[in-house]
């Protein structure tokens, strides 16, 4: 298995996350990226990174780990700490986007 260069995936619209205040996309050409957002929340400042696992797109049945969605803390300004993410594995890039939302709204919350 092999990363790819570079992917052009059309995402759901996520402006009630893009639009919010303390939220902020971040563009980002690591391998495999589809969304990076910075979040400025009362406990902190977080990155939140999806990624595909794959370079190839598997079918809705198959239940393997195909995207994840992670969780930093800031270390420097735009900079996640990546020694101290958390990690949600997700089968399909429709699940991950979600979670992906999810994980931004959790953090808004706190």
């Not at 900079?79 to 986007?97: E, N, S, V, W």
Request: net charge negative; proline share 5%.
């Amino acid at each position: 298995m092999q990363e790819i260069e570079h992917i052009t995936l059309n995402l759901p619209d996520l402006t009630d996350v893009d639009d919010h205040p303390s939220v902020n996309r971040l563009p980002d050409s690591r391998h495999n990226v589809l969304l990076h957002h910075r979040v400025e929340s009362g406990t902190g400042t977080w990155h939140v990174i999806t990624r595909r696992l794959l370079d190839i797109e598997l079918p809705e049945a198959d239940n393997a780990w195909s995207y994840e969605t992670a969780i930093f803390p800031e270390q420097a300004l735009n900079q996640p700490d990546l020694a101290y993410g958390r990690y949600t594995r997700y089968g399909t890039k429709r699940a991950a986007i979600s979670g992906h939302a999810h994980t931004i709204e959790r953090l808004l919350q706190e």
